[in-house]
T-cell receptor
Framework: SQTIHQWPATLVQPVGSPLSLECTVE??????LYWYRQAAGRGLQLLFY??????ISSEVPQNLSASRPQDRQFILSSKKLLLSDSGFYLC??????????????FGEGSWLTVV | AQTVTQSQPEMSVQEAETVTLSCTYD???????LFWYKQPPSRQMILVIR??????QNATENRFSVNFQKAAKSFSLKISDSQLGDAAMYFC?????????FGKGTLLTVNP
């Protein structure tokens, strides 16, 4: 069966520091991968998605970036964090094809607090 | 761009009663999917139910069912025989072209 893991679960970082959140999927190959952010009291906002190694699509311009160095690894990064980057970050995956009935499965999430 | 609207920020229901959560969406596409996800206090996102837009029959999953009105672009979730474990934030989502677009959620409280 497929599983998805992301870490760290909780992170407190000072303004201006770098960020790296990692996510891996097991039990499937060539998945679609996603990073969502959930700000306090709001819905989920799609940040990035990837349909293959090295292929990254950005949905929202910001100081965050994403990379997919391996088939089942997805990394969310920032060179300099802002206070507004605080939130709950969710990695997710789906079977690789156009989303036509494929469910998106989510990781456990990472709490980021920028102080 | 597609938008998903959940007009009820909060809802409450008595245990064993039925509750309906509302969702509307805006799209010009004909092929898409709709989802309801549940987010309990653990923050884990859990799929509740899924509906294919090309199917007229409403999806059901045990105590959960949807009322899908394609022309009205409405997709409501009905929870029957509500249980304490149903208490959570519920998100409606629209799916097309690799992506899901989420509403802002409805916080459901279940009263014993």
């Amino acid at each position: 069966s497929q599983t998805i893991h992301q870490w760290p679960a909780t992170l407190v970082q000072p303004v201006g520091s770098p960020l790296s959140l990692e996510c891996t999927v097991e039990g499937t190959s060539n998945p679609n991968l996603y990073w969502y952010r959930q700000a306090a009291g709001r819905g989920l906002q799609l940040l990035f998605y990837s349909v293959g190694i090295g292929q990254i699509s950005s949905e929202v311009p910001q100081n965050l970036s994403a990379s997919r160095p391996q088939d089942r690894q997805f990394i969310l990064s920032s060179k300099k964090l802002l206070l507004s980057d605080s939130g709950f970050y969710l990695c997710a995956w789906s079977v690789h094809r156009v989303l036509s009935g494929n469910t998106i499965y989510f990781g456990e999430g990472s709490w980021l607090t920028v102080v | 761009a597609q938008t998903v609207t959940q007009s009820q920020p909060e809802m409450s229901v008595q245990e064993a009663e039925t509750v309906t959560l509302s969702c509307t969406y805006d799209t010009s596409e004909s092929d898409y999917y709709l989802f309801w996800y549940k987010q309990p206090p653990s923050r884990q996102m859990i799929l509740v139910i899924r509906q294919e837009a090309y199917k007229q029959q409403n999806a059901t999953e045990n105590r959960f069912s949807v009322n899908f009105q394609k022309a009205a672009k409405s997709f409501s979730l009905k929870i029957s025989d509500s249980q304490l474990g149903d208490a959570a934030m519920y998100f409606c989502a629209y799916g097309s072209n690799y992506k899901l677009t989420f509403g802002k959620g409805t916080l459901l409280t279940v009263n014993p």
